[in-house]
Every structure is written in C-alpha cells, then in structure tokens.
DNA sequence: ACCTGAACACCGTTCAAGT
DNA sequence: ACCTGAACACCGTTCAAGT
C-alpha cells in the first residue's frame, strides 16, 4: 500500500454527503471513519477535530454559493426577484443552511444576495445610509422568514390549541379570527409580505 | 428516609435552571443527577427519558408567556408596540427561546402575540384573509428578525472579507457600498424594517 | 413507590506504536 | 507521512435489585 487511503478532501467529501443526507447530528467521528473505510483515529492526522471539520464543512458550503442576480423591469420587481432567488437558495439545501446558521456563518451566507440587493435598491434612488438600511431590512426579512419557516413547518401538528383559540370571537373580529385559525400559504404570505415591505421601504 | 428525595417538579425545575444559565446543550441526565443528589437512574422514574423532559420544558416555557398587549394611540403604533415587545421578551429569555425554536413549537410561542395583533389590524380595517395575512406578516417579520439576529451577533467576528467586498465600487453606488461596509444598529434597523412593513401592509 | 448499581452501546479525543 | 489499537472520560438508557 502506497497511496494513502484517505485525504483532507475525501474526507471533506464524505461528512458532507452525510450532513446533507441526514443532518449535522448524524455526523460522528466513528461513522465518518467507516464510511471512510479507515480508523476512527485515522481522521484525526487530516482534521484536527471535529470542530475544525466542522468549520471547514461551513467554509466549503458558503464558498459555494454562487452569485444572485436580478430579474424584471422595475427595481421593485427586481428587488422581488432577489428575495425569491434567495429563499429558494435556502430553501433548496436546509441542512447545510442550519450548518451555516449554527455557526454564525449566515452574514457571509448572505452576501451575494447583498450585492445584488445594493444595486438595485440603487436603481431605485436610495443612496448612502437610507439605502443600506433598506438592503438589510430585504434581507434580514427574507432570511427570517425561511429561518422561521423551517420551524413552523417542522411543528409536529397542526396544535389544536391554535384553532380553539379563535372560536369565541364576535363581531367584526369573526371573520378575521376564522381566517386565523385556517392553515395558510407560506409562498404567498411570502410573496405578499416582501412586497409589502418594499412598497414601505420605497416610499420612505 | 420517608419523603421523596426528588418529585417530577423538582426535576423539571433544576432542568430549567440548567438551560437557562448554560444552554440545552449542557442538560445531561448525568449533571442533572448530580445537581439533585440522586443516582441518574433515579430521574428516569419521574421523567421517561430526556426527550420527553426536554418536551416538558417545552411546556413550561409556553405556558408561561404571559399576555402580551399593544400601546398607543393610533392602530400602526399599536401594531409596532406590539413587535418591539414581542422582540423584547424574545430577547429576554434567549436560551428558552432556542429550546422552543428547535422543538418545532414556534407557532405556539406566538399565540399571545397573534391575540394581540389580530386586535390592532382588525382595528386598522383589515378584516377576513387580508388581516389574517397582515397578522402573520408582522408575526413572521418580528420572529424572523430576531432568528437572524441572535445568529448575526453570534457571529465570530465582522468580517474583514464583508467590508472589502464593498470596496471597488464607483460612482453612485460608491456611498452605498460605504454604508454598507460600516455596522449597523440591530435596533434602529428592527424599527425601521418594522414600521416598513406596517405601512406597506395597511396601505394595501 | 422510589431509588441504586451494574451493564450496554454509544460518543470525542489522546497517544504511543506501527509501517 | 499516514494509519492503527488501546485507553480515557464522557454520553443516554435498561433492568434487576434493593428499601
């Protein structure tokens, strides 16, 4: 035997396939090393640890997004396109994400989308600090609402609780306390909630 | 010995402590013998397993939010005092927080905030599906936000690669990307992001 | 009813030893 | 340079046994 059986690569390679299949949690030394075919110790000589594997896992997930661009005629609707664009970036890798998240990586897991972001909120005339704001206010919304997302979603059921809640409502409310306790759309409150957004970030 | 060394309520007590000061992570059924003085096996009587005390605590956390209500004098104040203190008491009890995020139970933590705000935008002349919508989009903002937050301030350090990303470029766009490359008020831009939306929601 | 102790199957990590 | 094996200090959980 001449070649090494394992690499800083390889070994990068295979935790990330086992994080993007099933998570961070599953992602222990001693299932590294046999998928890897090798000794749990054997890792150790490539990664220092588990926290170093773990950080250069975040590294290779942010240094891989690719760029976000715009789309549409309006900056209003391209501004639009870039929250969209972002969300089902997210959307489209939710393991990796939470990796991103946990490690307080996210600010730099934003930064294409920012880019593009600062340019078209240029077009559409804010400058300087006004604009700015306005960029992170779009990403700040965007991004917690997919965090937000995930967890709603991951709620085991439907609580009844929630529904109940709204049953002894009168009057005018009525309406809107039976809209309440009816399950909802994310894509559109989504959608209607980011352009709300914009339209108030773009009027000042 | 005649009375019990520990009750289900004691345990859930000195569990919560634990969370509190130190994170979920550092609720081990082994220190949380120790911290009672009992063998670890001695828990397992009172709670099933950790799963379903870290289930329990849940609860607890849930059901005692209290009641949260809106201030001021026009609907659109009273819609963002109720955000800044939904944000508020997120923010107070953070490690509790991330115990009910990561168990799926968001939605619930939400309910006194809903309660709230289904008043205020029913009172801003939103009724059925379209204050419904309003309702979850301030609720999804203020929560997603605050998600975001705690990961950006988690954060190691500002990046240096933030700040030159913004450096090359010109004209118009030159006070923008200057903007951006500075750090910024988590508050003010809450506020401003906030009030933002409200507008653009109650404007239709 | 309430608690202990031994035991099992997992972890991450270190370190001397092998090739 | 690259990998192994033994060892250590942790986990959560089960179960028979004690009182």
């Known amino acids: 035997m001449d070649a090494p059986k394992i690499s800083r690569e390889t070994v990068?390679?295979?935790?990330?396939r086992i994080v993007e299949e099933h998570g961070l949690a599953a992602l222990s030394m001693r299932r590294l090393a046999a998928e890897?075919?090798?000794a749990v110790t054997g890792i150790y000589w490539h990664v220092g640890?588990?926290?170093?594997?773990?950080?250069?896992?975040?590294?290779r997930v942010v240094g891989r997004l690719g760029d976000i661009t715009a789309a549409g005629s309006t900056p209003e609707q391209r501004i639009l396109a870039v929250g969209h664009r972002l969300r089902r970036l997210i959307h489209d890798h939710p393991h990796m994400i939470a990796l991103v998240y946990e490690h307080g990586q996210t600010a730099l897991m934003m930064l294409p989308a920012e880019r593009a972001l600062a340019q078209e909120v240029g077009a559409a005339g804010l400058q300087g600090t006004a604009g700015a704001q306005a960029v992170r206010a779009v990403l700040h919304h965007v991004v917690g609402y997919v965090l937000l997302e995930r967890a709603v979603?991951?709620?085991p059921e439907q609580h009844p609780s929630?529904?109940?809640l709204w049953e002894?409502?009168?009057g005018a409310d009525a309406a809107l306390a039976q809209a309440l306790s009816a399950p909802f759309d994310?894509?559109?409150?989504f959608e209607l909630s980011l352009s709300a957004l914009v339209r108030?970030?773009?009027?000042g």
């Open 12 to 16: 990068l390679d295979t935790a990330m």
């Open 168 to 170: 002894g409502e009168a």
């Open 200 to 203: 108030g970030l773009l009027m």
């Open 153 to 155: 979603s991951q709620s």
């Open 49 to 59: 640890n588990r926290e170093v594997l773990i950080g250069r896992l975040v590294e």
């Open 36 to 38: 890897l075919g090798v």
């Open 186 to 189: 994310p894509d559109r409150l």
């Open 162 to 164: 929630a529904a109940e």
